[in-house]
């Protein structure tokens, strides 16, 4: 069956959510997903149970209201003991986990995220979103973009002026398209992408390297099924709210962090993403590429190795420059 994807010229508004037309492809993008996430809830139980939090961290959820009455959106919330909740207006990360835009995976990164706020100085959210073939684009990013308005609509125990933004591959990509959109308005501070996708458009880019000891190779074939699953007519892969390489690279915030595994498909288009703001003059942006690795290269093993904490440690630095401003 085709995957392919047609497109209207008109650009859809912001925020317009449509559906899968119901035939022979939505109900093959239906059980193929089913049978994805039936293997991924498989690989979860077998795979070694998450470390314990820190003793100096804790966690808390919260249901933030979305754009649609009736529905909230799932948070977890990661501050370091002795902070009191509304001690504010404190420095704030929302985080978004990986997932081809249609596997549930909130909560996967929870040792990331309670590494950030234990050194960082950041109250850490960790948000979910809705997954496609049941909700395509842009129903993810609108719940990216409605949790960033919920965090503003909090002056008093959030600072305006520090709100960054990041995550991993899915979840890093809409946390790019999200600071390209609010980066102008100096609503976003900061992005963070780790191994996340800026040009959805490139599907043929191969890894440097074919070799890595860290993380898994995803070919492009699953990337097109993903993208078939998430996003249809009016919507173009070439918009800058799916890609957001496409959009102008002054939309940006000032402070933009990438890194991909060498070993990852996505490497190019990191690489990319990352000489087209260097050409711009953007003030601060970084590209670590992590030798011997591949997607999902920091849940490879329960203790991070070196090269991944380097680049964890570069999150937390470009975090902590903000909050030197």
């Keep these: 069956m085709s995957m392919s994807m047609e497109y209207a010229t008109a650009p859809p508004s912001a925020s317009q959510e449509t559906a899968h037309p119901f035939g022979a492809k939505y109900l093959f993008l239906r059980v193929a997903t089913a049978l994805l996430r039936f293997l991924a809830d498989v690989a979860r139980q077998r795979a070694p149970p998450p470390e314990p939090l820190p003793s100096d961290i804790e966690k808390s959820e919260l249901l933030v209201q979305s754009r649609e009455p009736g529905r909230t959106i799932r948070v977890a919330v990661y501050r370091k003991k002795g902070t009191p909740p509304r001690q504010g207006p404190q420095p704030v990360h929302l985080n978004w986990h990986g997932s081809g835009y249609i596997i549930p995976c909130f909560g996967f990164d929870q040792k990331f995220c309670a590494f950030l706020a234990a050194s960082a100085g950041v109250v850490v959210l960790d948000c ?151 050409a711009a003059n953007h003030p601060d942006v970084v590209f670590m590429s992590v030798e011997n690795a591949a997607h999902s290269f920091e849940k490879s093993k329960v203790e991070w190795p070196e090269r991944v904490q380097k680049v964890f440690d570069g999150v937390k630095e470009m975090l902590l420059k903000i909050q030197e401003k």
Excluded: M
């Design 128 to 278: 979910d979103y809705r997954k496609a073939p049941e909700h395509v684009y842009p129903a993810a990013l609108n719940d990216v973009l409605d949790v960033v308005a919920h965090v503003r609509s909090l002056p008093n125990e959030f600072d305006a002026t520090r709100v960054t933004l990041g995550g991993f591959s899915a979840g890093g990509s809409l946390a790019l398209c999200a600071a390209a959109l609010l980066g102008p308005l100096r609503q976003v501070a900061g992005v963070a992408a780790i191994y996340a996708n800026p040009d959805l458009t490139s599907l043929d880019a191969q890894a440097p390297s074919r070799t890595f000891e860290l993380g898994v190779n995803v070919p492009q074939w699953t990337r097109r099924f993903y993208y078939a699953c998430t996003f249809v007519a009016p919507w173009s892969l070439a918009d800058a709210r799916i890609s957001a390489a496409k959009a102008d690279p002054d939309a940006f915030p000032a402070h933009v962090f990438l890194a991909c595994g060498e070993g990852d498909n996505l490497h190019q288009n990191n690489a990319a993403f990352y000489e087209k703001l260097k």
